[in-house]
């Protein structure tokens, strides 16, 4: 099992862009375990922690529902945004500045294969880093994402996920609101959801943060509850 896990930040990154290069190194582990499978070989897999921003978009979940998206496509060019309908689970939602995107490519062969105990744990990695900036954060039940007040009828979401899985390697994955500009939620349902709100680090804490610093944080919460060895 190869716990030692890539960690790259790319940026500022076109969608299509980061979406393309995703489906690439899937692929390759994909092939790999393959010819293991195959040929009865134990060649390591690898594994990748990926960060970006996104420029203006909104994405669709393979089993969302188009109708979630309040723009037409004059209204998208308006907001100088673009919209993809994507491979990942769940509907829609929006990436954007101020938002930190990971995109872990994980074989979880080399960590454990359980995909609901995947998105629990990269949910309490976010859990973790909002509580260094005290933020109680937590779970809300029947939904996936990180959410604050979810007890008290005030339910905000902070963080949305949406992941892919094909032979326990993982991609896509979650969507942290740090300095992101909320307005751009009001152009969707999101995550198919009407009746929550969309927060983010900067509207809880009345300030712009700074997003290397938060970065950091979310990386090592996220390597220490998966028992990474970052490189």
Known sequence: MNKE???IDWGLTDYQDAWNRQEEILTKTVAIKSKNRTENLTLETPNYLIFNE??????????????????????LIEKKATYYKIN?????????????VGYPILDLDNFFTD?????RTLEEAVILTLADYDITAGRYEGYTGVWLDADNGK????CAMG???SRWVT???????????????????????????????Q????????MEEVKGKLKNHIAELFRMQLI
């Open 203 to 210: 509207r809880e804490l009345g300030r712009a943060l700074d």
């Open 155 to 158: 339910a905000r979401k902070i």
């Open 88 to 100: 990942r689970g769940g509907d829609i939602t929006y990436h954007g500045p101020g938002q930190i």
């Open 163 to 165: 992941v892919r899985c």
């Open 115 to 119: 995909i609901h105990l995947y998105l």
């Open 171 to 201: 991609m896509h994955g979650f969507a942290f609101n740090v300095n992101v500009d909320l307005d751009y939620f009001k152009n969707i349902v999101p995550c198919g959801i009407d009746d929550k709100d969309v927060t983010s680090m």
């Open 54 to 75: 996104h420029p203006h978009v909104y994405t669709l979940g393979k089993s969302g529902h188009p109708e979630n998206l309040l723009l037409d496509e004059q209204g």
């Open 5 to 7: 896990v890539e960690f």
